[in-house]
C-alpha cells in the first residue's frame, strides 16, 4: 500500500529565507506528483505538477523536484513571503487519474 | 473561470439527518472524488467516478452515497449523519491525473 510522509510536519523561518519541504512515498510506481497549497478554511491550489517522466518544475519563487527511485520529491521555495505561510501538500497519483495518495502536510509559518 | 463549485459552505445537521452536498465542475473532467479532511488522518477518499454513470468506493465509503447523471455533477449524499461524519468535505475533479479541488463543505454533527 502507497503510503505518503511529510517532513518537517511543521516549520518556521524569517522572512527572506529560501526552504526546502520534503515528500516521501513508499512505492515507485507513481504516475505523477502534485504538490498543493492550503490557506487555514480554504481548499487546495494546486502548485505544480510532475509527471514521472520528468525531474523538476518551475513556477516563479517554486521548484520541485522528484526523484521516482528514491521516492523523494522537494519543494523549494525561493525568497520566503509572509504570503507564503500555509500548509504544504503532496500527493501521488498511483493509478492514473483515479487513486491519489496524500501526505499529512507540512504547516509553514514566515515571519516578517 | 468557476473550476470546482461546491454548495454549502457551512451545514449543521442534527444526528439521522441526510443532506447532500452539491459539487459541479464546468472543466469537462471525466474524473470527480469525494474527500474528507480531518484533523490527523488527512485527506482520505470517500467515494470517486471515473465517468456518468460509473462511480465507486474510497477508502471511506461507508454512510455516504453518490451518483453521476451528468459530467457536469457530482453530489455526496449522507443517508443518516452521525457526529462520526463531522468534516469538512472537498470534491475534486482530475484530467490528466491533476487534481483541482473546490473550496470545501464545513459539516457539522450535533
Known amino acids: 500500500k502507497q503510503e505518503v510522509t511529510q517532513i518537517p510536519a511543521a516549520l518556521s523561518v524569517p522572512e527572506g529565507e529560501n526552504l526546502v519541504l520534503n515528500c516521501s512515498f513508499t512505492?515507485?510506481?507513481?504516475?505523477?506528483l502534485q504538490w498543493f497549497r492550503q490557506d487555514p478554511g480554504k481548499g487546495l491550489t494546486s502548485l505544480l505538477l510532475?509527471?514521472?517522466?520528468?525531474r523538476e518544475q518551475t513556477s516563479g519563487r517554486l521548484n520541485a523536484s522528484l526523484d521516482k527511485s528514491s521516492g523523494r520529491s522537494t519543494l523549494y521555495i525561493a525568497a520566503s513571503q509572509p504570503g507564503d505561510s500555509a500548509t504544504y501538500l503532496c500527493?501521488?497519483?498511483?493509478?492514473?487519474?483515479?487513486?491519489?495518495?496524500f501526505g499529512p502536510g507540512t504547516r509553514l509559518s514566515v515571519l516578517p | 473561470n468557476a473550476g470546482v463549485t461546491q454548495t454549502p459552505k457551512f451545514q449543521v445537521l442534527k444526528t439521522g439527518q441526510s443532506m447532500t452536498l452539491q459539487c459541479a465542475q464546468d472543466?469537462?473532467?471525466?474524473?470527480m472524488s469525494w474527500y474528507r479532511q480531518d484533523p490527523g488522518m488527512g485527506l482520505r477518499l470517500i467515494h470517486y467516478?471515473?465517468?456518468?454513470?460509473?462511480?465507486d468506493q474510497g477508502e471511506v465509503p461507508n454512510g455516504y452515497n453518490v451518483s453521476r447523471s451528468t459530467t457536469e455533477d457530482f453530489p455526496l449524499r449522507l443517508l443518516s449523519a452521525a457526529p462520526s461524519q463531522t468534516s469538512v468535505y472537498f470534491c475534486?475533479?482530475?484530467?490528466?491525473?491533476?487534481?483541482?479541488f473546490g473550496e470545501g463543505s464545513r459539516l457539522t454533527v450535533l
Open positions: 475534486a475533479s482530475s484530467r490528466l491525473g491533476e487534481l483541482f
Open positions: 512505492d515507485s510506481a507513481i504516475y505523477n
Open positions: 510532475i509527471q514521472s517522466s520528468q
Open positions: 500527493a501521488v497519483n498511483i493509478d492514473y487519474g483515479q487513486n491519489f495518495v
Open positions: 472543466m469537462n473532467h471525466e474524473y
Open positions: 467516478s471515473v465517468g456518468a454513470g460509473i462511480t
